[in-house]
């Protein structure tokens, strides 16, 4: 009897500790972050990103993001096949995000699809970093609430 009772007091106690990850669908917007010129790469100072979560769970995010006077604009992401097929599917970073996705955003300026890292936080927000190389590189960090 005390057995079963310890199990079901555990139980509870991880399943309240646990996030949703469903509960993130929705739209998020927020400003960049960051002043050190390395963080803010390509984008405006007061740049801000809208993301519309479509579909997310443990394996896949679907969502369009539009980051205000820039290269994306409604750009559809997904994640990297073969990221999430790689232990980078379970990295994480400071902060402890719950869950990290890679993707990649068609760039509307035709200077390469940029790198998308969207790391969802158990404190009901979302940060996106938007990184791309060559000619055209941008870097930035935009920390997202519910819209």
Excluded: K
Excluded at 54 to 64: F, G, Y
Excluded at 116 to 145: Q, T
């Amino acid at each position: 009897m005390a057995a079963r009772l310890l199990v079901t007091v555990i139980a509870a106690w991880l399943a309240a500790g646990c996030t949703d990850i469903r509960d993130y669908s929705g739209t998020w917007h927020g400003a960049r972050v960051g002043d050190a010129a390395p963080l803010r790469v390509g984008f405006a100072p007061d740049a801000e990103a809208t993301l519309d979560v479509e579909q997310v769970d443990l394996r896949w995010l679907r969502a369009r993001l539009t980051i205000d006077g820039d290269a994306l604009d409604d750009a559809l992401i997904q994640p990297n096949l073969g990221a999430e097929a790689d232990v980078l599917s379970d990295v994480t970073f400071s902060g402890a995000p719950v869950r990290v996705y890679f993707a990649f955003a068609p760039a509307a300026d035709g200077n390469g699809d940029p790198l998308v890292v969207v790391a969802l936080y158990d404190d009901d927000r979302i940060e996106i970093r938007v990184m791309r190389g060559g000619p055209a590189p941008l870097y930035g960090i935009f920390a997202l609430r519910r819209a």
